[in-house]
Structures are given as C-alpha cells and as structure tokens.
C-alpha cells in the first residue's frame, strides 16, 4: 500500500495489522532527531575571557576549585563542572551535580568569605569508638559520595591537642583533589566509593557483582614518635 493510501481514518487498524507482521510500518515515527553529542559553545564569552577546554571540547579545564585555569575568578558549576569527574561519576547529572554544586559553595565560603567547612570534631584516643561508628554510618547512608565515586568523599583532618591527644576534624562531602591541596600540610585520612574491577563484562558482573565499595587513603606528614598514631 503507497502511503499516501492512509488516511486518518485508517492509520490506526493499519498500523494495528502491521505490528502483527513486518514491514516499514511496524514502527512509525514522526521524528528522527540524531543525539551525537555536542560542544562547548565559546560564543557567549568575551575577548579574554573565553576559558580552555578539555580535548572533548565540552568541558572546561578547571583547578582543584572548579575555577578555569587561565581566567582567574570564573567557576562552573552543574554539568560544566562534570569535566573533572568526566567518564568517572555522575557529574553530568541532576543527581550528581547537586552535590558538586554544594561543595564549590563551600569552597567558595571558605576561600571568600572565611568560613570553614561544616566539620564534626572527635578527640583521639578517647572517641576512636564514635569516630569509627560514624565512619560506618556515612558509607552506610551517605549520599554524595555513592553518586560521586572517586570524586567525593569524607576527609579526617587530624591536629595536635592536649597532651597525647588528636583532634579529628571531620568533613563531608570533600573534594578529594581540593581536600589533598588545600590540606596539603595537613595530617589526613579520607574515604570515597569505588570500583574493585571498573571493566567487567556482563556475565562477570552477574557472577562475581559490580564491586561497589568504599575506598580509603591517607597521607600523614612525620609523626612525633610517641604518638598513639605510631
């Protein structure tokens, strides 16, 4: 049948008789709109002020604080911010980017305007108990970084007390690249999700599951040689 055979009063029993069979109009479409992917539009930014991009020419090349490395004072957020957890996490995303634009807030709070990030503090030796459970509860209920992988997670920043004792400031939701540049001369632990295999094939994946799990690092400057720590 020619399509110009089809009227409006005989689209539906026809398309209803083909889909029982085959043919071009088992499966009609209006519109075909092809998603190749796009690029960084630099046409909105000024004569100096247009920022480097990465070699996918979609995101912005930025420093540890979302701000663009050659135009000092532009920051980006939401899914411009995702070329630093590009093919990683879910920066790209509503359910990922929420959580990055509230970090680049806080960097911003504190780079600005002296405000430290929000932190919890537990004393060491004597809270080591309380500081481990509450580790547990975060990989347990934490939101950011099960969306962020590799990308956020919580940070131990650990300073001299009283005596023998450690103060553990601890902070959600970090930056792990801020969190080891801004607190570069700190004492730190800190903990993210990830992958144990990021590459598995599906009957792996069904066999042996994804992997998901908590990561954790730390870096520590000299310690003093009687210290609980050693």
Same mark, same amino acid.
């Given at each position: 049948?020619?399509?110009?055979?089809?009227?409006?009063?005989?689209?539906?029993?026809?398309?209803?008789?083909?889909?029982?069979?085959?043919?071009?109009?088992?499966?009609?479409?209006?519109?075909?709109?092809?998603?190749?992917?796009?690029? =960084?539009?630099?046409?909105?930014?000024?004569?100096?002020?247009?920022?480097?991009?990465?070699?996918?020419?979609?995101?912005?090349?930025?420093? =540890?604080?979302?701000?663009?490395?050659?135009?000092?004072?532009?920051?980006?957020?939401?899914?411009?911010?995702?070329?630093?957890?590009?093919?990683?996490?879910?920066?790209?995303?509503?359910?990922?980017?929420?959580?990055?634009?509230?970090?680049?807030?806080?960097?911003?709070?504190?780079?600005?305007?002296?405000?430290?990030?929000?932190?919890?503090?537990?004393?060491?030796?004597?809270?080591?108990?309380?500081?481990?459970? =509450?580790?547990?509860?975060?990989?347990?209920?934490?939101?950011?970084?099960?969306?962020?992988?590799?990308?956020?997670?919580?940070?131990?920043?650990?300073?001299?007390?009283?005596?023998?004792?450690?103060?553990?400031?601890?902070?959600?939701?970090?930056?792990?690249?801020?969190?080891?540049?801004?607190?570069?001369?700190?004492?730190?632990?800190?903990?993210?999700?990830?992958?144990?295999?990021?590459?598995?094939?599906?009957?792996?994946?069904?066999?042996?599951?994804?992997?998901?799990?908590?990561?954790?690092?730390?870096?520590?400057?000299?310690?003093?040689?009687?210290?609980?720590?050693?």
């Amino acid at each position: 049948m020619a399509l110009s055979n089809i009227t409006e009063s005989n689209i539906d029993r026809l398309f209803s008789l083909k889909q029982q069979q085959s043919g071009t109009l088992s499966k009609p479409y209006d519109t075909v709109v092809r998603a190749m992917g796009w690029k =960084h539009n630099t046409s909105v930014y000024g004569a100096g002020a247009t920022p480097l991009l990465q070699s996918q020419q979609k995101y912005p090349r930025m420093t =540890h604080e979302y701000e663009s490395v050659n135009v000092p004072g532009m920051y980006f957020c939401g899914t411009l911010a995702h070329g630093k957890d590009f093919k990683r996490a879910a920066g790209g995303f509503i359910h990922g980017f929420r959580y990055t634009a509230r970090a680049l807030h806080r960097i911003l709070e504190l780079k600005y305007e002296a405000r430290p990030w929000p932190s919890q503090e537990f004393t060491l030796p004597g809270q080591a108990e309380e500081l481990g459970q =509450h580790i547990l509860n975060r990989q347990n209920s934490a939101s950011a970084p099960y969306q962020m992988f590799y990308t956020l997670g919580d940070a131990m920043i650990y300073e001299k007390g009283d005596g023998n004792d450690w103060v553990v400031k601890f902070m959600q939701d970090v930056p792990v690249d801020y969190l080891n540049i801004k607190f570069k001369d700190s004492h730190r632990m800190w903990w993210t999700f990830g992958f144990n295999g990021q590459r598995r094939t599906l009957s792996e994946s069904i066999l042996e599951g994804t992997g998901f799990e908590p990561c954790e690092s730390s870096l520590s400057l000299p310690l003093p040689s009687r210290s609980w720590l050693d």
